[in-house]
């Protein structure tokens, strides 16, 4: 039995900060990430048969919970911020944390399925192929809807895309 | 350009953008895609993320697979037949050797047990051929023979021993 619990051990100490990352991209508040992980967790306990791809599955539980959050806390505009910073120049970090709220704005008024692309591609570094598993779709789909997502992003953030200062600073942070 | 071929051709521009080609070559070779390229790019400011607290979460996950593990009727029975037992591995690898020297070693203290395998079995084998009939009187009737056909093969150690490979086993009808 302890050798069954070391493996589940290792598919949380595995799987959870990736989920923690995935949830808190799509939802902005740390502790409310952290509570929604461990609920994806106890939902696996829950499954019945073991997954043909267990990352895919973690995803899809964590992708249901934030569905179910969404429609019942309405997102706000209010986005915890609380990210790591490197140091240097205060007005230049607080530019780049402007950039931020304003990308997670947008990012958030995209349709659900666009932000789970999107989500997955830029910030997770999943494979198309990995995230046609997660939102069980063809590859082919995962493509337009990244594409969608990147145009509609593209529209809401506007004229502000055509200003260099930004881009210069996400340089800079990475 | 179909939407089907933007879509491959953004993909692959974004795959190159993911692997730090630099912005502007690939703006550059895809300038129909060079704003969503950009707006990709634009989103890495956001891959930095606070540091999890999933300590408690891991202690929370790990009782719960504890008690469903007692019970059962869920993922963990998976878990619990998949799980690598070493100490049972190592035991059936003991038990597995044990009895595969024990079998050497009797063979060899025991020759009458070599011959008996040589002279048993080594010789091509053939049945008594058995009739089937089909009718009172015998005249539909079919006839069959087992034969086992065999060869010697001698084995290196300790000592050659021919040991027999039976190479066919048939079963022969004949129709009067």
Known sequence: ????????????????????????????????????????????????????????????????????????????????????????????????????????????????????VIVLKFLEGLSNEEIARVIDKPVGAVKALQHRGLATLRDLLGAELRRAAPLEQVERVK | MSERDFESKLDDALRRLMLDVPVDDLTASEPDAADLIRVARRLQVLAPTPAPQLADGRRRFLSLAARRLDRGGSIVDWFRRTAPRPALAFAVALVALLVAASAMIFSQSNPALQMTLTQTVAPTFTATPTRISFSPDGARSVDLRLSIDSHDLPLPNPQPVPAPVISAIKLTAFHD
């Open chain 1, 1 to 116: 039995m302890s050798d069954a619990l070391s493996e589940l051990g290792g598919v949380y100490d595995t799987y959870a900060p990736k989920i923690f990352r995935y949830i808190y991209h799509r939802l902005g508040d740390q502790s409310l990430a952290e509570d929604l992980t461990s609920e994806v967790f106890v939902r696996f306990l829950n499954a019945r048969v073991a997954p043909n791809n267990l990352a895919a599955f973690l995803y899809r539980i964590a992708h249901n919970l934030i569905v179910d959050y969404l429609r019942q806390h309405p997102p706000a505009l209010s986005l915890d911020e609380d990210v790591p910073s490197d140091g240097g120049d205060p007005a230049q970090l607080a530019e780049i944390e402007m950039e931020r709220v304003r990308l997670r704005r947008a990012l958030h008024r995209l349709a659900s399925e666009q932000q789970q």
